[in-house]
């Protein structure tokens, strides 16, 4: 006994009423709570963000062009639609349920839109609405027949996948795609990028400086209004780092994309100037920032993960599971219609195959990629940026690498490899976690 | 009001108006009739045992008692007035909460979370106020001397089963509520863990609250209850003070449905005649054998007894209670 240290666990009367121990506030506590947490199966978005750095200097090793000026901005663009669309398949992934018809409803919406702006003359904004509303109509129809109806999701959103399909081709018509007028529906593909409308330089900045400055500021109200009330809080060394961190990789990116990066070797092309951030990066921080708000701050956000965590629980806990679960369909859906609109952006119109293919597993890729649990429960807005930016990492890069007849092949065995791993990872952390032992 | 008389002899306290009171209550699921007339009795600062056997229908009456079911028919008074229980909700607005024999927390989220779960509470812009209700969280655990757990954000996955019902138990105590109902809560605990939960029982009782406890063991129902209601096949056997039975009376109670009463009228609260007893049962129901070794047949015996008997166990019930009071 005498040869403990002194200040561990003093044997005596223990009578009154101690707090429980505070651990987390100093940095070592910190530290090892995190630690912690990832031995528990809790790894957050770690294993993506380690992948990305992986992934992006494997394919700049590979392929030196990978990192150019160019290619940065185009993996930018290539990514906004799928984070988009993982985004709202966070929340139905969080109720343990799954969307197949994500992809397919990005379609129709999207289909909607065109065809509102090229045949009936409606104006651009009235479209996107319209397109934005459909998708939540969509979504409510499938949210009901899963949680009223009580028919699985899987099954729901299969037929949804299909039918949407059809829809879609019925829509674009024997054409076989829509065209999105240059001037008609021009602020819809500005958004990423078309004809080199980017982001003012200064707006960048400025970007940068709200959203970093905004980040430490709420970080340090959370932590000064803890401390007041006495209670544990981050140690301020860690939000210094995370918002230097943050403001560092921010200003690399705003530098980078706002060096010109046009190919100037064409006589033709030498005064052009191709240089600012895509304009879906801005709406990628507000929803990012709209959404993460919703999950984690609010009544409605705790009840999601309630409900994915233990739906019995949560009815007894008198929250209205239904509603909860019609909702995060709804929300899906509604992400799918703006992630069709992005991608209307990104191809300047509309095919008769849109949305269907892999647009899904590769948006569910993103998800489960990124941290979020396919059982229901474990996830974050975030998990749809890092898992996005992994998936447009892999599909970029491999496209320049594999050339050839079977390059497209390849992709695709690929990707879904990435997804088996991440949901293997999934499945695996889950068994750490204890969830399955009961 | 009842004196809640604290912790020195809790044996005693809760003679007179019941907090909770169930009269002739029944229960239906389709042909199975499950709760036949059942009277039920809480009493403030006491804490009362629900023994019975497997299926006497134990879960079914807490679940009426806190709206889960609604009641075919009979009486339920709260604070002597007739109320409607038809949700959750409105067991929940008259102060009463149930731990669930399943704990119904949510895995995933911390215990701030669970405890608050359904009733967070918002600060301006709508947004959870998680300062105040991870202080009240903590007041509420060192209100009842639970020091076990390490920190108010440890996920509930990453707690033992003992923390769990800690963390069960203190999350229904956190809303001033007055009744609160334990199904199992030691079921599937080690020796420790046990001890604590049922010292954290006994605490609440001692608070005030009205603690209804279900078990189906001896050693806990013995060592908090201070009264004991016994249901047998759907049915009350028994409500009577801890005090004025024995061990094998319960017993009795739980797997016969009424050996205690009938040899317990005005000398009835001896300690040696439990055997006796047990005795007079196999007699009256012509079984020769123990009772330990078969409580399967006494139970269809005594079942086939009761159908000819008709009230007679009720009666006896009411018996025991006058002796008790
Ligand atoms: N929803 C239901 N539908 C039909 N029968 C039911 C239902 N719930 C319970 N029962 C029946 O009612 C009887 C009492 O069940 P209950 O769960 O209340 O018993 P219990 O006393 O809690 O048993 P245990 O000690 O095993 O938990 C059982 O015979 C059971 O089969
Ligand atoms: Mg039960």
Known sequence: ??????????????????????????????????????????????????????????????????????????????????????????????????????????????????????????????????????????????????????????????????????????????????????????????????????????????????????????????????????????????????????????????????????????????????????????????????????????????????????????????????????????????????????????????????????????????????GTSLFGGRGRIMDAVWGGLVVAVIQNGMGDLIKGANSQAWQWIVTGLVLLLAAGFDAASRRVGGADSR | MTETTTSATPRTAGSGEPILKLRAINKSFGPVHVLQDVDFEAHAGEVTALVGDNGAGKSTLVKCIGGTYSIDGGDYLFEGAPVKVHDPRDAASLGIEIVYQDLALCENLDIVGNMFLGRERVSGWRTLDENTMERMAGETLSGLSVRTVKSLRQQVSSLSGGQRQTVAIAKSVLWNSKVVILDEPTAALGVAQTAQVLDLVRRLADRGLAVILISHNMRDVLEVADRIVALYLGKTAAQVQRADVTQTQIVELITAGHSGNIGLLPTANGNGNGNGNAAQVAEVLGIADGIADEPAAVADAAADAEAAAGTEETDGTDGVQGAAE
């Not at chain 1, 062009?65 to 984070?83: C, K």
């Open chain 1, 1 to 370: 006994m005498s040869t403990q240290p002194a200040t561990e666990n003093k044997p005596g009367p223990v009578q009154d009423a101690a707090p429980p121990a505070r651990t987390a506030t100093t940095l070592l506590g910190y530290g090892r709570e995190r630690v912690e947490r990832a031995r528990g199966g809790e790894m957050g978005s770690l294993p993506a963000v380690a992948g990305l750095i992986v992934l992006v200097v494997f394919f700049w090793i590979v392929q030196p062009g990978f990192l150019s000026l160019y290619n940065i901005a185009n993996l930018v663009t290539q990514a906004a639609p799928i984070i988009i669309l993982a985004m709202g398949l966070v929340f139905v992934l969080l109720l343990g349920e799954i969307d197949l018809s994500a992809g397919t409803a990005s379609g129709v919406c999207a289909a909607l839109m065109a065809v509102m702006i090229v045949r009936h003359n409606m104006a651009w904004y009235f479209a996107v609405l319209l397109a934005v509303i459909t998708g939540a109509v969509l979504g409510f129809v499938i949210g009901w027949l899963r949680a009223k109806a009580r028919i699985p999701s899987f099954v729901v959103t299969l037929a949804a996948f299909l039918s949407f399909q059809g829809i879609v081709l019925m829509q674009v018509g024997k054409a076989g795609s829509i065209s999105l007028p240059d001037q008609a529906a021009k602020p819809i593909i500005t958004l990423e990028g078309y004809n080199n409308n980017l982001m003012p330089l200064w707006l960048g900045w400025v970007m940068l400086a709200v959203v970093a400055g905004g980040y430490a500021l709420v970080k340090l109200r959370i932590a000064v209004s803890r401390r007041s009330a006495g209670l544990e809080s981050e140690p301020t060394l860690v939000t210094v780092a995370k918002t230097a961190a943050m403001v560092i990789l921010g200003a690399i990116f705003v530098y980078i994309l706002g060096e010109n990066r046009a190919i100037q070797q064409n006589a033709f092309f030498n005064n052009l100037k191709i240089e600012g951030i895509p304009w879906v990066v801005l709406l990628l921080i507000v929803l990012t920032v709209g959404l993460t708000f919703l999950l984690s701050r609010t009544r409605y956000g705790r009840h999601v993960y309630a409900v994915g965590g233990n739906d019995e629980a949560s009815r007894r806990a008198g929250i209205r599971v239904d509603r909860i679960r019609i909702s995060v369909f709804v929300l899906c859906s509604l992400l799918a219609a703006v992630a069709g609109v992005v991608q209307a952006s990104q191809l300047e119109s509309v095919a008769s195959n849109f949305g269907a293919g892999n647009t899904l597993l590769l948006a569910v890729g993103a998800a489960v990629i990124g």
